[in-house]
């Protein structure tokens, strides 16, 4: 096993000879290519054996669906084999068993060592003693998906296992995603002869990514670190900073891998999915979920919100609500109901409670909350005449979905529920105990790892990824426009870019090549 | 079209290529570059090269070595370097110079298996210099594997050294190279401990550490190359001359005389070379230029009596490109003060045989509590001169530096005493 984060080396070394041996290959067996670099870089970035992990889930959705679906017509008609269903229900229950022994397994050590300490006869569970498999929250969701789309008619079940296990494997994907359809992944399968275009664009998603997270995300993560790491001596304002900092980091450091992944899937002629839409833009947390995460919030939706939506149980439930309250309450009802559910699922794939809360039911009873007031909070800003076109209005809410999320990300990065409501409650103490505007002043950031430099650094990064935001809004992606501008000009840019990763980002010996926050899904 | 977008593609690579060059240049460590520059510049072969660590670095002279007896040798040596990595650094230098005579420091010949026994920093150090070719490839190969970042990490100035871009200085942009032929003489004196300890003859029983292993390859890389190989163990205050690594230090002269080579145990008879610990180190672990001084006149001796070694005095490339570089190191002396932090250090930085050091003090009586002062200016023969603290700057002491030649000033630096009023310190400009 080497060292073969996205941003390594050794990454750069395996995307230039896969890339070689790609466009080497004739167009027709290029896809055997491609499976043969997933396995090599699985081997080569994983720890081996769990690669049997992905092959199982990968069996188990090509066998199941193989089972229980018998065809799928034109119109996406399905007809079923004998106990399709149970097949069907087997493979998703087999599959999330599968990950919720080997990532889950904080669901059922935690409850285990709570009743061991009350009980001491209940047995106390321990963590399954195999190595971590690498990629297994993204391709068990791809799995459930493709299994859940083939049940439903939208793909077709696939006849050649290779070429579903290619789906589930495919190399850049597996770090940190994003979630694809299968049937949004086809030109996985089809041939692509080399164009130099295609890897120009590549390697400047590739760049911005590099720039995303080697240069800001960890410089963020140097105010960010010390005070969830010792939060008995930091408080007042520097728990603000944290709270403030956080989403920027993981928001760079996430995206920004993303980003890497895309591009080189666009190397290779393969658009995977978007998953990040200039998140911090949004003016409400519904909006930010459209935005952030966008693969596992769609996944979510398709494969969890809506069967729930659309389920006998769901509907029924309804029409009774709406015979007592009335249409508006039995809309929000059901709505609300599938969000539960929807929100639930993506807390669990986190891998903790601490997400279930932070993430899943916090967001759930935020967004439920503002579906079911959003009428009254219509009317009463009418009544107090808020300019609700103004720009200072736009700028609030969006100010108020970067708190809402940034109080989230408390869950996410602290050690425990505990700890995070701990941090949550000292946000006050900058109003009660230690009133410390002047840390902002006084030099004692610089008393963390950051120097001046980092300090502008961080100012020039925001102000850049806010240009880029708007330019992607206005221009469908920044590169765009760069594309439009003259030769000088975009050299500059793509230039000065790199010059900035290449000085200034966060890699080489002396830094310590922590894995990226999303890869440990 | 096509072709005019190809031309375009090359033509950004190789910007990008050029940019990452310069910047790789810019960000990268210099002290490889200025120590080794000169060795791999010289327009004069050596005949005496010196390898190992910063005991050997800074304990001979190759400039004392011309004037006394006329020799011509280069100082390899280099901070914190193991003998795994001088091995590289000799194999590299063979290629460049024939030299009849290696020195070969025994310090950092570690018998610990799997160990590189050197920091990174100071691998670095000891060959980031060295053109790219097989030896440095193979010193990559073997070091790399001892430190995270790969091979990349020593191929790469801009990948290792990247995260300097906060810490560049004047020297980054401008190169300097070290004139004093690779050595580094330092020029403070420190009081250190005598050799009150056992002085054994006892041999360890070598375990076939990498270290032994490479001093053999040492040996042998000499013995093909039909050079003489003399090991050397530098003197060390008493408190580091531990059993143990005498022990060690036996056990390879005896390799080294099995392999009919000579083996030099100084630190264990400083008398041999009047060694004083009362003045001759800089720190206890490094002699200073006197104790360089003595260390390498035994050398000097050594080498003209026991191996017939004749000086370039009468070859006139000789004695024109050593004089050139003398005169380049003594204007870098002169640069040098700038750096000094105490009197004693500043004073001992100047050769007295061309400059000469004026002392003004506001009292007098303060000299005898710096260490050493008193006899900095005996040795040097200075008379302090008592004069108003407002002369001085409200100061304690100033000294001027001017050239013996015409008494033209060359250089100046004031001094506190410190609150102790123990030592004096340099006086930084607000």
Same mark, same amino acid.
């Given at each position: 096993?080497?060292?073969?984060?996205?941003?390594?080396?050794?990454?750069?070394?395996?995307?230039?000879?896969?890339?070689?041996?790609?466009?080497?290959?004739?167009?027709?067996?290029?896809?055997?290519?491609?499976?043969?670099?997933?396995?090599?870089?699985?081997?080569?970035?994983?720890?081996?054996?769990?690669?049997?992990?992905?092959?199982?889930?990968?069996?188990?959705?090509?066998?199941?669906?193989?089972?229980?679906?018998?065809?799928?017509?034109?119109?996406?008609?399905?007809?079923?084999?004998?106990?399709?269903?149970?097949?069907?229900?087997?493979?998703?229950?087999?599959?999330?068993?599968?990950?919720?022994?080997?990532?889950?397994?904080?669901?059922?050590?935690?409850?285990?060592?709570?009743?061991?300490?009350?009980?001491?006869?209940?047995?106390?569970?321990?963590?399954?003693?195999?190595?971590?498999?690498?990629?297994?929250?993204?391709?068990?969701?791809?799995?459930?998906?493709?299994?859940?789309?083939?049940?439903?008619?939208?793909?077709?079940?696939?006849?050649?296992?290779?070429?579903?296990?290619?789906?589930?494997?495919?190399?850049?994907?597996?770090?940190?995603?994003?979630?694809?359809?299968?049937?949004?992944?086809?030109?996985?399968?089809?041939?692509?002869?080399?164009?130099?275009?295609?890897?120009?664009?590549?390697?400047?998603?590739?760049?911005?990514?590099?720039?995303?997270?080697?240069?800001?995300?960890?410089?963020?993560?140097?105010?960010?670190?010390?005070?969830?790491?010792?939060?008995?001596?930091?408080?007042?304002?520097?728990?603000?900073?944290?709270?403030?900092?956080?989403?920027?980091?993981?928001?760079?450091?996430?995206?920004?891998?993303?980003?890497?992944?895309?591009?080189?899937?666009?190397?290779?002629?393969?658009?995977?999915?978007?998953?990040?839409?200039?998140?911090?833009?949004?003016?409400?947390?519904?909006?930010?979920?459209?935005?952030?995460?966008?693969?596992?919030?769609?996944?979510?939706?398709?494969?969890?919100?809506?069967?729930?939506?659309?389920?006998?149980?769901?509907?029924?439930?309804?029409?009774?609500?709406?015979?007592?309250?009335?249409?508006?309450?039995?809309?929000?009802?059901?709505?609300?109901?599938?969000?539960?559910?929807?929100?639930?699922?993506?807390?669990?794939?986190?891998?903790?409670?601490?997400?279930?809360?932070?993430?899943?039911?916090?967001?759930?009873?935020?967004?439920?909350? =503002?579906?079911?007031?959003?009428?009254?909070?219509?009317?009463?800003?009418?009544?107090?005449?808020?300019?609700?076109? =103004?720009?200072?209005?736009?700028?609030?809410?969006?100010?108020?979905?970067?708190?809402?999320?940034?109080?989230?990300?408390?869950?996410?990065?602290?050690?425990?529920?505990?700890?995070?409501?701990?941090?949550?409650?000292?946000? =006050?103490?900058?109003?009660?105990?230690?009133?410390?505007?002047?840390?902002?002043?006084?030099?004692?950031?610089?008393?963390?790892?950051?120097?001046?430099?980092?300090?502008?650094?961080?100012?020039?990064?925001?102000?850049?990824?806010?240009?880029?935001?708007?330019?992607?809004?206005?221009?469908?992606?920044?590169?765009?426009?760069?594309?439009?501008?003259?030769?000088?000009?975009?050299?500059?840019?793509?230039?000065?870019?790199?010059?900035?990763?290449?000085?200034?980002?966060?890699?080489?010996?002396?830094?310590?090549?922590?894995?990226?926050?999303?890869?440990?899904? | 079209?096509?072709?005019?977008?190809?031309?375009?593609?090359?033509?950004?690579?190789?910007?990008?290529?050029?940019?990452?060059?310069?910047?790789?240049?810019?960000?990268?460590?210099?002290?490889?570059?200025?120590?080794?520059?000169?060795?791999?510049?010289?327009?004069?072969?050596?005949?005496?090269?010196?390898?190992?660590?910063?005991?050997?670095?800074?304990?001979?002279?190759?400039?004392?070595?011309?004037?006394?007896?006329?020799?011509?040798?280069?100082?390899?040596?280099?901070?914190?370097?193991?003998?795994?990595?001088?091995?590289?650094?000799?194999?590299?230098?063979?290629?460049?110079?024939?030299?009849?005579?290696?020195?070969?420091?025994?310090?950092?010949?570690?018998?610990?298996?799997?160990?590189?026994?050197?920091?990174?920093?100071?691998?670095?150090?000891?060959?980031?210099?060295?053109?790219?070719?097989?030896?440095?490839?193979?010193?990559?190969?073997?070091?790399?594997?001892?430190?995270?970042?790969?091979?990349?990490?020593?191929?790469?100035?801009?990948?290792?050294?990247?995260?300097?871009?906060?810490?560049?200085?004047?020297?980054?942009?401008?190169?300097?190279?070290?004139?004093?032929?690779?050595?580094?003489?330092?020029?403070?004196?420190?009081?250190?401990?005598?050799?009150?300890?056992?002085?054994?003859?006892?041999?360890?029983?070598?375990?076939?550490?990498?270290?032994?292993?490479?001093?053999?390859?040492?040996?042998?890389?000499?013995?093909?190359?039909?050079?003489?190989?003399?090991?050397?163990?530098?003197?060390?205050?008493?408190?580091?001359?531990?059993?143990?690594?005498?022990?060690?230090?036996?056990?390879?002269?005896?390799?080294?005389?099995?392999?009919?080579?000579?083996?030099?145990?100084?630190?264990?008879?400083?008398?041999?070379?009047?060694?004083?610990?009362?003045?001759?180190?800089?720190?206890?672990?490094?002699?200073?230029?006197?104790?360089?001084?003595?260390?390498?006149?035994?050398?000097?001796?050594?080498?003209?009596?026991?191996?017939?070694?004749?000086?370039?005095?009468?070859?006139?490339?000789?004695?024109?490109?050593?004089?050139?570089?003398?005169?380049?190191?003594?204007?870098?002396?002169?640069?040098?003060?700038?750096?000094?932090?105490?009197?004693?250090?500043?004073?001992?930085?100047?050769?007295?045989?061309?400059?000469?050091?004026?002392?003004?003090?506001?009292?007098?009586?303060?000299?005898?509590?710096?260490?050493?002062?008193?006899?900095?200016?005996?040795?040097?023969?200075?008379?302090?001169?008592?004069?108003?603290?407002?002369?001085?700057?409200?100061?304690?002491?100033?000294?001027?530096?001017?050239?013996?030649?015409?008494?033209?000033?060359?250089?100046?630096?004031?001094?506190?005493?410190?609150?102790?009023?123990?030592?004096?310190?340099?006086?930084?400009?607000?």
């Amino acid at each position: 096993m080497i060292s073969m984060t996205i941003t390594s080396f050794s990454f750069f070394v395996f995307l230039a000879a896969a890339l070689l041996i790609y466009y080497l290959t004739p167009g027709k067996f290029q896809w055997w290519t491609l499976l043969f670099l997933s396995i090599s870089f699985y081997l080569l970035a994983a720890v081996p054996y769990t690669i049997v992990f992905l092959l199982f889930t990968s069996l188990v959705a090509y066998l199941f669906t193989r089972f229980a679906i018998k065809d799928v017509d034109t119109s996406g008609q399905v007809t079923l084999n004998a106990h399709g269903g149970a097949f069907v229900a087997a493979a998703i229950i087999i599959i999330a068993a599968v990950w919720f022994l080997m990532k889950g397994s904080a669901y059922w050590i935690q409850p285990s060592a709570f009743m061991h300490a009350r009980i001491p006869a209940f047995p106390l569970l321990q963590a399954i003693p195999l190595a971590s498999a690498f990629g297994m929250g993204y391709y068990t969701c791809q799995a459930i998906g493709y299994i859940v789309d083939c049940y439903w008619g939208s793909s077709k079940p696939e006849r050649n296992f290779f070429r579903l296990f290619l789906f589930l494997s495919f190399f850049p994907q597996m770090t940190t995603g994003p979630i694809s359809k299968y049937k949004n992944l086809q030109s996985l399968y089809e041939p692509h002869g080399f164009e130099l275009e295609r890897i120009e664009k590549g390697a400047q998603r590739m760049l911005w990514g590099f720039f995303k997270c080697l240069v800001v995300s960890g410089r963020f993560g140097a105010i960010v670190n010390p005070v969830y790491t010792d939060p008995v001596n930091y408080d007042g304002i520097w728990i603000w900073l944290a709270l403030f900092a956080y989403p920027i980091q993981v928001y760079c450091d996430f995206s920004g891998s993303v980003d890497i992944v895309l591009g080189v899937a666009e190397m290779f002629g393969i658009s995977l999915p978007e998953n990040f839409n200039n998140p911090f833009f949004s003016e409400s947390s519904q909006e930010f979920w459209q935005r952030w995460h966008m693969s596992l919030g769609n996944w979510a939706r398709d494969y969890i919100m809506y069967p729930v939506l659309k389920s006998k149980m769901t509907v029924n439930a309804g029409k009774a609500v709406k015979k007592k309250f009335g249409k508006k309450a039995s809309k929000n009802f059901t709505v609300t109901l599938g969000m539960f559910f929807s929100w639930l699922v993506m807390g669990i794939w986190h891998g903790n409670y601490k997400y279930i809360i932070g993430c899943g039911i916090y967001f759930w009873l935020i967004m439920s909350l =503002s579906e079911i007031m959003k009428d009254r909070l219509d009317i009463l800003n009418k009544k107090l005449n808020v300019p609700v076109d =103004s720009y200072g209005w736009h700028l609030f809410r969006r100010i108020r979905t970067y708190f809402i999320y940034s109080i989230s990300l408390v869950f996410f990065r602290a050690d425990g529920v505990g700890s995070a409501i701990n941090m949550i409650k000292g946000l =006050s103490t900058f109003f009660t105990v230690n009133f410390n505007p002047w840390v902002l002043f006084d030099g004692s950031l610089l008393k963390t790892s950051l120097t001046v430099v980092d300090l502008n650094l961080m100012i020039l990064s925001v102000v850049i990824l806010y240009i880029a935001g708007r330019l992607r809004e206005q221009y469908g992606f920044c590169r765009n426009w760069i594309g439009n501008q003259g030769l000088v000009l975009r050299w500059f840019i793509w230039i000065g870019l790199f010059v900035i990763v290449i000085l200034y980002g966060n890699y080489g010996p002396n830094f310590n090549a922590s894995d990226f926050i999303y890869q440990g899904f | 079209m096509k072709r005019i977008k190809c031309i375009r593609t090359v033509v950004f690579l190789l910007l990008i290529a050029a940019i990452s060059y310069g910047l790789s240049g810019i960000v990268s460590n210099k002290d490889s570059y200025y120590y080794k520059n000169q060795f791999f510049n010289s327009s004069t072969d050596f005949d005496v090269l010196i390898i190992g660590s910063s005991k050997a670095h800074e304990g001979i002279d190759p400039f004392y070595l011309w004037d006394n007896y006329g020799i011509s040798s280069y100082n390899l040596a280099s901070s914190g370097e193991s003998i795994q990595v001088s091995y590289y650094v000799l194999k590299e230098a063979l290629e460049h110079s024939n030299p009849k005579i290696i020195f070969v420091d025994a310090s950092k010949i570690s018998d610990e298996k799997n160990a590189i026994n050197c920091g990174y920093g100071f691998v670095h150090e000891s060959i980031d210099y060295l053109p790219l070719n097989k030896n440095k490839l193979e010193a990559i190969n073997y070091a790399s594997k001892f430190f995270d970042g790969g091979k990349l990490a020593f191929l790469s100035n801009l990948y290792a050294y990247h995260d300097r871009i906060d810490d560049l200085e004047e020297e980054d942009f401008n190169r300097k190279i070290n004139y004093d032929k690779g050595a580094y003489l330092m020029t403070e004196v420190m009081q250190v401990s005598g050799l009150t300890g056992e002085i054994t003859d006892e041999l360890k029983e070598l375990e076939g550490g990498d270290g032994v292993v490479y001093y053999r390859k040492i040996l042998d890389l000499c013995k093909e190359k039909n050079i003489k190989c003399v090991l050397l163990n530098i003197p060390v205050d008493g408190d580091h001359l531990t059993t143990g690594f005498q022990k060690q230090v036996n056990a390879l002269m005896k390799i080294t005389e099995e392999n009919g080579e000579t083996a030099m145990n100084i630190a264990v008879k400083p008398e041999l070379i009047d060694l004083d610990f009362d003045h001759d180190f800089g720190d206890p672990v490094h002699m200073n230029f006197m104790g360089a001084a003595k260390l390498t006149d035994y050398i000097g001796k050594y080498l003209v009596n026991e191996c017939s070694l004749e000086g370039h005095f009468d070859d006139e490339e000789y004695v024109k490109a050593w004089d050139a570089d003398k005169e380049k190191w003594e204007e870098q002396r002169i640069e040098m003060l700038a750096d000094k932090t105490e009197p004693v250090s500043y004073i001992f930085g100047i050769n007295p045989e061309n400059s000469y050091c004026e002392v003004y003090m506001a009292d007098k009586t303060q000299a005898e509590k710096h260490y050493a002062l008193d006899y900095c200016f005996e040795k040097m023969g200075i008379v302090p001169q008592t004069v108003d603290k407002e002369e001085i700057g409200s100061l304690d002491m100033k000294i001027v530096v001017r050239s013996r030649e015409d008494g033209r000033w060359l250089a100046e630096q004031y001094f506190v005493c410190d609150d102790d009023n123990k030592t004096f310190e340099v006086h930084k400009a607000e």
